[in-house]
């Protein structure tokens, strides 16, 4: 059995260090301070006794768990990221635990008045009875993916403590940067050696994912021109009032609040300008290969149809695809997905097959050579102050983690 407080104290030891990645950033690891936790995990994989550790100049971890049985195995990893999200506050994380989850509202910060909602979000409902770990409302709890790191190092040392559990080789790796997109680029794949992985970074438990977003970045820059107010009859362009109309013209129920499963959207992630210059940012997604290149169309489209109307070359777009559908890599080695379907069931898990609306590591390493799906890692919400994780998730994910190892080697008899 899953030691459940090893579990919690791993887990908060974690996410009270800063790991907050940098968009703005062009080094690997994009800020200093993901140092601090990679270098930690280095030295506890090596005082538990792991074979190989390596922590290369760009932070990646590396470390093996040789095999303890007789008969060729293939070899298998399990990866996690130990960045955290730019997009809240990630300092002086003041995690709540919250022991027999009796189902009601949770809350947060009185002072604020800020409460986790059980009628909002209704996923808490089914957590009555565990133990609940949340935020104080001042930060983001970074489950994701610390969770999925506490999951990796417990399963590892449970397999070191417990050797009559049979397993072949096993390769872990953490990496840098996944939430700025990046956390594959430097991941050496042939360093890893794995004939195919796990990462372990989905939301609520029974999550098995092979599919998710083809995903690109669109930048439109839109040139006004700026004149007196009080003489710009004729003269003057507003950019922002460009911009107002481009937004307008792409469809306004495909954007995120609209849609959900394998439906794909148009995000406006952030804006700023002038009558001079307004920039927008938006994200594409789209599960479908055909629906993501018409999408990128469409925007090239509309900005090509709007600045004709102004007779100018008033608006530029800059799409860069960022990654794409890992589903056309796992789809050739199913049997992957069948082990870890296999082992849900072993530990009294349902497995919940669904298509990822985002992306992992997993999407781009499985383009890069290992085939990669994504397994549940606990956590909700994330990226923000409402995010939580049920502390028996995590000791469920722990012990898929070691089920697959069982059930790998003795696939391979």
Same mark, same amino acid.
């Given at each position: 059995?899953?030691?459940?407080?090893? !579990?919690?104290?791993?887990?908060?030891? &974690?996410?009270?260090?800063?790991?907050?990645?940098?968009?703005?950033? #062009?080094?690997?690891?994009?800020?200093?301070?993901?140092?601090?936790?990679?270098?930690?995990?280095?030295?506890?994989?090596?005082?538990?006794?792991? @074979?190989?550790?390596?922590?290369?100049?760009?932070?990646?971890?590396?470390?093996?768990?040789?095999?303890?049985?007789?008969?060729?195995?293939?070899?298998?990893?399990?990866?996690?990221?130990?960045?955290?999200?730019?997009?809240?506050?990630?300092?002086?994380?003041?995690?709540?635990?919250?022991?027999?989850?009796?189902?009601?509202?949770?809350?947060?910060?009185?002072?604020?008045?800020?409460?986790?909602? =059980?009628? &909002?979000?209704?996923?808490?409902?089914?957590?009555?009875?565990?133990? !609940?770990?949340?935020?104080? /409302?001042?930060?983001?709890?970074?489950?994701?993916?610390?969770?999925?790191?506490?999951? !990796?190092?417990?399963?590892?040392? &449970?397999?070191?403590?417990?050797?009559?559990?049979?397993?072949?080789?096993?390769?872990?790796?953490?990496?840098?940067?996944?939430?700025?997109?990046?956390?594959?680029?430097?991941?050496?794949?042939? #360093?890893?050696?794995?004939?195919?992985?796990?990462?372990?970074?989905? =939301?609520?438990?029974?999550?098995?994912?092979?599919?998710?977003?083809?995903?690109?970045?669109?930048?439109?820059?839109?040139?006004?021109? /700026?004149?007196?107010?009080?003489?710009?009859?004729?003269?003057?362009?507003?950019?922002?009032?460009?911009?107002?109309?481009?937004?307008?013209?792409?469809?306004?129920?495909?954007?995120?609040?609209?849609?959900?499963?394998?439906?794909?959207?148009?995000?406006? =992630?952030?804006?700023? /300008?002038?009558?001079?210059?307004?920039?927008?940012?938006?994200?594409?997604?789209?599960?479908?290969?055909?629906?993501?290149?018409?999408?990128?169309?469409?925007?090239?489209?509309?900005?090509?149809?709007?600045?004709?109307?102004?007779? =100018?070359?008033?608006?530029?777009?800059?799409?860069?695809?960022?990654?794409?559908?890992?589903?056309?890599?796992?789809?050739? %080695?199913?049997?992957?997905?069948?082990? @870890?379907?296999? @082992?849900?069931?072993?530990?009294?898990?349902?497995?919940?097959?669904?298509?990822?609306?985002?992306?992992?590591? /997993?999407?781009?390493?499985?383009?890069?050579?290992?085939?990669?799906?994504?397994?549940?890692?606990?956590?909700?919400?994330?990226?923000?102050? &409402?995010?939580? %994780?049920?502390?028996?998730?995590?000791?469920?994910?722990?012990?898929?983690?070691?089920?697959?190892?069982?059930?790998?080697?003795?696939?391979?008899?």
């Amino acid at each position: 059995m899953i030691n459940k407080q090893r !579990i919690i104290d791993r887990f908060i030891t &974690y996410i009270k260090i800063d790991t907050q990645s940098d968009p703005e950033s #062009k080094s690997t690891p994009s800020t200093e301070k993901q140092w601090v936790l990679a270098r930690k995990l280095a030295e506890e994989l090596k005082e538990m006794g792991m @074979a190989e550790v390596n922590i290369d100049d760009h932070a990646y971890v590396m470390a093996t768990l040789p095999a303890n049985v007789p008969h060729q195995v293939p070899v298998i990893g399990f990866i996690s990221h130990f960045d955290t999200s730019p997009d809240f506050n990630a300092t002086d994380i003041k995690p709540q635990i919250i022991e027999d989850y009796d189902g009601n509202d949770i809350v947060l910060n009185k002072e604020k008045n800020i409460i986790l909602s =059980s009628e &909002y979000f209704d996923d808490l409902k089914q957590y009555k009875g565990q133990t !609940i770990i949340t935020t104080d /409302g001042t930060s983001l709890l970074s489950a994701d993916d610390k969770a999925g790191i506490t999951e !990796i190092m417990t399963a590892m040392q &449970y397999l070191l403590d417990n050797p009559e559990i049979p397993h072949g080789k096993i390769r872990i790796g953490f990496t840098p940067d996944e939430e700025i997109g990046r956390g594959a680029h430097k991941f050496d794949v042939e #360093k890893f050696g794995a004939e195919w992985a796990y990462t372990m970074d989905g =939301s609520q438990i029974g999550e098995l994912e092979f599919e998710n977003f083809n995903a690109a970045k669109a930048i439109i820059r839109v040139k006004g021109k /700026g004149v007196h107010p009080g003489y710009a009859k004729d003269k003057m362009v507003n950019s922002q009032y460009i911009a107002v109309d481009f937004i307008n013209s792409l469809p306004r129920m495909e954007t995120p609040e609209h849609t959900e499963g394998r439906q794909g959207f148009f995000h406006l =992630s952030e804006m700023k /300008g002038d009558v001079e210059e307004t920039v927008l940012e938006y994200i594409i997604r789209d599960h479908d290969l055909g629906h993501f290149k018409a999408r990128k169309e469409m925007i090239q489209d509309l900005a090509s149809e709007i600045s004709s109307q102004y007779e =100018s070359d008033c608006i530029s777009v800059e799409i860069t695809d960022q990654y794409f559908n890992m589903r056309e890599k796992i789809e050739p %080695v199913m049997h992957i997905i069948e082990i @870890a379907e296999d @082992a849900m069931k072993e530990v009294n898990v349902e497995p919940l097959l669904k298509p990822i609306r985002g992306g992992t590591d /997993g999407a781009q390493l499985s383009y890069m050579g290992l085939p990669c799906p994504n397994i549940f890692a606990g956590g909700h919400n994330f990226h923000g102050k &409402y995010e939580y %994780v049920p502390v028996e998730s995590m000791q469920k994910a722990t012990e898929v983690i070691v089920k697959i190892a069982e059930l790998t080697a003795d696939k391979y008899k």
